[in-house]
């Protein structure tokens, strides 16, 4: 049992749509943090948020963070075939410096 | 500025055989720390290290061993190869503050036969 659940697990769309992935927990996190990953390639960070309710923009991908702490949405406006990926969200605990990692959400944009 | 390297990139083992993955960091990060990625798991902590002299296990610790004998460097190594191995492992880096990203590197495909 994973503490963070990321649905969906694949998501397939139309270049131009929105999606939305969430990341859910039953555990309080001190902050949550989102990265993207490439085929053959480590994840790269995209945005880490602290704060319960903080939204932070990244061009056309917007990152929310619950009011709890417990859960976190990115939404992509508008996709494109390079946003294609698979999407992970990563939580912090007060009591380590360590991050527990969701089970990751895979996204295909077609042209 | 290489950031984290990991060797070897690839790499079949057979099935009751050692080997030892290596990861460096050239960041002076403190924090350093091994996943293994499975389909549909995300990344599973393996082990990880706050500092030279300093390891402790993470949520998938058994069969795996890790030394943190410098900042730069911290091995892993495969006591006797299983089948259930067969993963990518990422070795990541990280500050010390809360904030910091996680600098990952291009990982390790492994297969036990």
């Known amino acids: 049992t994973q503490l963070l659940e990321q649905s969906p697990q694949f998501l397939s769309i139309q270049e131009g749509e929105n999606l939305t992935v969430y990341c859910n927990s039953s555990?309080?996190?001190?902050?949550l943090q989102w990265y993207r990953q490439e085929p053959g390639e480590g994840p790269v960070l995209l945005v880490t948020?602290?704060?319960?309710?903080e939204v932070k923009k990244l061009k056309r991908l917007t990152f929310q963070f619950g009011d709890a702490r417990k859960d976190s949405s990115l939404h992509i406006t508008a996709a494109q075939p390079g946003d294609t990926g698979l999407y992970l969200c990563?939580?912090?605990?007060?009591?380590?410096?360590?991050?527990?990692f969701g089970g990751g959400t895979r996204l295909m944009v077609k042209p | 500025n290489a950031g984290v390297t990991q060797t070897p990139k690839f790499q079949v083992l057979k099935t009751g055989q050692s080997m030892t993955l290596q990861c460096a960091q050239d960041?002076?990060?403190?924090?350093m720390s091994w996943y293994r990625q499975d389909p549909g798991m995300g990344l599973r902590l393996i082990h990880y290290?706050?500092?030279?002299?300093?390891?402790d296990q993470g949520e998938v610790p058994n069969g795996y061993n890790v030394s943190r004998s410098t900042t730069e460097d911290f091995p892993l190594r495969l006591l006797s190869a299983a089948p259930s191995q067969t993963s990518v492992y990422f070795c990541?880096?990280?500050?010390?503050?809360?904030?910091?990203?996680?600098?990952f590197g291009q990982g390790t495909r492994l297969t036990v036969v």
């Open positions: 990541a880096s990280k500050g010390s503050t809360t904030r910091t990203e996680a600098f």
């Open positions: 555990s309080v996190f001190s902050s």
């Open positions: 948020v602290v704060t319960g309710g």
């Open positions: 990563a939580g912090r605990h007060n009591a380590g410096n360590m991050l527990t």
């Open positions: 960041m002076n990060h403190e924090y």
């Open positions: 290290s706050v500092g030279a002299g300093i390891t």
